[in-house]
């Protein structure tokens, strides 16, 4: 079945620096990825949509200076938190759509623990 | 703009019980919706998915239905286990994207 790896799975960094989140799509291609933020035992929140080739789009209320994305090629997208704050600490996980597939068929990472200290 | 909601919020029962979680979304203009099941810490398992063509589907102890026109969906466990514990996630795919319910966090007790 369709694999989505995330790395690191945890991160400890201090407030003000910049953190790095990849997203990679292990057996097949992505032209669509999307990153979500879980706060604790809060649900998912669609943060943005990354396009191969493109700008991502960004939902209302992410800053997109803040959270940088990158989708460079159809297997990886990276997520990267600048100048981060505590507040930023919560759980990230992407998930990737299969080239020539439809919406529902999104495959999903395990997820990325950031704590800012 | 479409809601996703679920009742109940956390649920704690006996090994054994036969149990059902409930989702409602808004907009019934939805492709697909899904149910998830997500481990503390963890990443999200996909468990179920129904298209919107469709009225329930199976797997195993689990089953769910959908009822597009009432914006309702069910996930019935049967006999549950103590491995069973674990957050519920429904989602539904509306436009290109998922929206996700808050969730059900079940505790099955040996």
């Known amino acids: 079945g369709a694999v989505v790896s995330q790395h690191p799975s945890r991160v400890i960094c201090k407030s003000g620096t910049s953190v790095k989140i990849e997203c990679r799509s292990l057996?097949?291609?992505?032209?669509?990825m999307f990153w979500y933020r879980q706060f604790p035992k809060q649900s998912l929140m669609l943060m943005a949509t990354?396009?191969?080739?493109?700008?991502?789009?960004?939902e209302q209320g992410v800053e997109k200076d803040k959270f940088l994305i990158n989708h460079a090629s159809l297997t990886l997208s990276t997520l990267t938190v600048t100048s981060a704050h505590p507040e930023d600490s919560s759980f990230y996980i992407c998930?990737?759509?299969?080239?020539?597939?439809?919406?529902?068929?999104?495959?999903f990472g395990p997820g990325t623990r950031l704590t800012v200290t | 703009k479409q809601e996703v909601t679920q009742i109940p919020a956390a649920l704690s029962v006996p090994e054994g019980e036969n149990l059902v979680l409930n989702c409602s979304f808004t907009?019934?203009?939805?492709?697909?919706l899904q149910w998830f099941r997500q481990d503390p810490g963890k990443g999200l398992t996909s468990l179920l998915l129904?298209?919107?063509?469709?009225r329930e589907q199976t797997s195993g102890r689990l089953n769910a239905s959908l009822d597009k026109s009432s914006g309702r969906s069910t996930l019935y466990i049967a006999a549950s286990q103590p491995g069973d514990s674990a957050t519920y996630l429904c989602?539904?795919?509306?436009?290109?994207?998922?929206?996700f319910g808050p969730g059900t966090r079940l505790s099955v007790l040996p």
């Open positions: 989602a539904v795919v509306y436009g290109q994207n998922f929206v």
């Open positions: 990354s396009n191969e080739g493109s700008k991502a789009t960004y």
């Open positions: 129904i298209q919107s063509s469709q």
């Open positions: 907009d019934s203009a939805i492709y697909n």
């Open positions: 057996d097949f291609q992505a032209t669509t």
């Open positions: 998930s990737a759509r299969d080239v020539g597939h439809t919406a529902y068929e999104q495959y």
